[in-house]
């Protein structure tokens, strides 16, 4: 597992429940939220997915929402997916799952022109 603290700014993609929350945190489209202390994926700061489809993963289809984010600040990688957490994080557009695919497939011309 990385336990690597990064500073960076990065487009990843978040799933919520119908109403916009995520372990009983509310969102909004649009908002900026930053915590203070200590960020470690899984466990503590807001967590979004740099690979579309993994935002899958946690919240599944017909019962989630799916939004493109922006993080930001102090960053902790798990290692086991492209999960990411962070300490600051804006909710941009609602994109569903098809935005998800749509992103994901641009997602993989990315990693395969990188490589």
């Not at 603290?5 to 939220?33: A, H, M, N, P, W």
């Amino acid at each position: 597992m990385n336990e690597e603290i990064t500073k960076e700014v990065i487009r990843s993609f978040k799933g919520f429940d119908k109403d916009l929350r995520c372990r009983d945190f509310q969102y909004e489209i649009g908002k900026e939220y930053e915590m203070e202390g200590p960020v470690k994926a899984c466990d503590r700061g807001f967590h979004a997915c740099e690979a579309p489809l993994d935002a899958l993963r946690y919240y599944p289809p017909g019962e989630s929402r799916y939004c493109e984010v922006e993080q930001a600040g102090d960053m902790n990688r798990d290692g086991c997916d492209t999960k990411v957490a962070s300490s600051k994080i804006t909710v941009g557009a609602e994109i569903g799952v098809p935005g998800l695919i749509k992103a994901h497939i641009e997602y993989v011309k990315t990693i395969c022109k990188d490589a």
